[in-house]
């Protein structure tokens, strides 16, 4: 099993930063890719990032490329996110995979409880 403990999130205006971070344990976390995802009210839970097993490779969607950046250490993962928009106002989810690295039949097996991020104009 795997736990994912969520941190961070709250407020910020447009063009602000926040930081997510995400410790897993559990005693199946080794070997896995872990990642973000969040979901806006009335919206399906989208993906944001992930990171490998490793840290060496990550991935982005479009909306995150050039303002959010993902890194990880050991079990913790930080979504360090800047230049925030309203867009960006959802429930932020970490997940954890049933792979090393995120590729195109990656699984995401576990999940946190979501942290609220808000942003405001």
């Known amino acids: 099993q795997v736990q994912l403990e969520e941190s961070g999130g709250g407020s910020a205006q447009a063009g602000g930063s926040l930081k997510l971070s995400c410790t897993a344990s559990?005693?199946?976390?080794?070997?896995?890719?872990m990642g973000w995802f969040r979901q806006a009210p009335g919206n399906e839970r989208e993906f944001v990032a992930a990171?490998?097993?490793?840290?060496?490779t990550t991935t982005y969607s479009d909306g995150a490329k050039g303002r959010f950046t993902i890194s990880r250490v050991k079990d913790t993962v930080t979504l360090q996110m800047n230049s925030l928009k309203p867009a960006d106002t959802a429930v932020y989810y970490c997940?954890?995979?049933?792979?090393?690295?995120?590729?195109?039949?990656?699984?995401?097996?576990?999940w946190g409880q979501g942290t609220q991020v808000t942003v405001s104009s």
């Open positions: 997940s954890a995979a049933d792979t090393v690295a995120v590729v195109s039949n990656t699984q995401w097996y576990y």
């Open positions: 559990g005693n199946a976390v080794s070997g896995r890719a």
């Open positions: 990171v490998s097993w490793g840290g060496a």
